[in-house]
């Protein structure tokens, strides 16, 4: 698939499976399931058709997994980063010692002071290392690391879960779990 086309039609599913599932006509099943006939008609249906083996490509070729089939290939979610009210029938992780968070440094008085926050979505998404945390970062400007003590949050009874993609979520991290990097 054409790389501009491919991104497009990420973009839109991103959108409707994470934030506006209702403005293509879906609703998402618990743990923001959709099934892939819905999904393909809705597609076709808003001027973006989509073939069973494109989606599959999307799906297999992005490097952040934003989606994911379920076990029988029948459904398809996004990952993580929704608005919309869902749970993603995720368990709570114990994660490892340190987690990292990128972002640009017109946020970071805010951070300084309040810490992360989830914002308008369900959690605080962190990155199992810098190199991912600083490509998250980038979509900002020039990127800001932080190392978040994972661990002693853990152990302060935090509560970790960690998407099918490797993304560790959390309700928020208090300033005083966060260094710069």
């Known amino acids: 698939m054409d790389p501009k086309l491919a991104l497009r039609r990420s973009k839109f599913l991103s959108q409707h499976l994470r934030h506006q599932p209702e403005a293509i006509g879906l609703t998402l099943a618990p743990g923001g399931w959709v099934l892939m006939a819905d999904l393909l008609a809705a597609c076709a249906a808003h001027g973006q058709p989509l073939t069973r083996d494109e989606l599959e490509e999307l799906v297999e070729d992005s490097d952040k997994q934003r989606f994911a089939f379920d076990e029988?290939?029948?459904?398809?979610?996004?990952?993580?980063?929704?608005?919309?009210?869902?749970?993603?029938?995720?368990a709570p992780a114990e994660p490892p010692a340190v987690l990292f968070?990128?972002?640009?440094?017109?946020?970071?008085?805010?951070?300084?002071?309040?810490?992360?926050?989830?914002?308008?979505?369900?959690?605080?998404?962190?990155?199992?290392?810098?190199?991912?945390?600083?490509?998250?970062?980038?979509?900002?400007?020039?990127?800001?690391?932080?190392?978040?003590?994972?661990?002693?949050?853990?152990?302060?009874?935090?509560?970790?879960?960690?998407?099918?993609?490797?993304?560790?979520?959390?309700?928020?991290?208090?300033p005083a779990y966060l260094r710069e990097l």
């Open 72 to 90: 029988t290939g029948q459904r398809l979610r996004a990952q993580q980063g929704h608005s919309v009210e869902i749970d993603l029938q995720l």
């Open 101 to 174: 968070h990128g972002t640009g440094p017109a946020a970071l008085p805010a951070i300084r002071r309040e810490g992360l926050l989830k914002m308008s979505r369900h959690h605080v998404h962190l990155s199992p290392d810098e190199a991912t945390a600083r490509r998250v970062g980038q979509r900002r400007g020039q990127p800001l690391l932080l190392a978040v003590d994972a661990a002693a949050l853990h152990r302060a009874g935090g509560v970790f879960y960690r998407s099918g993609n490797g993304v560790w979520l959390i309700e928020a991290v208090p």
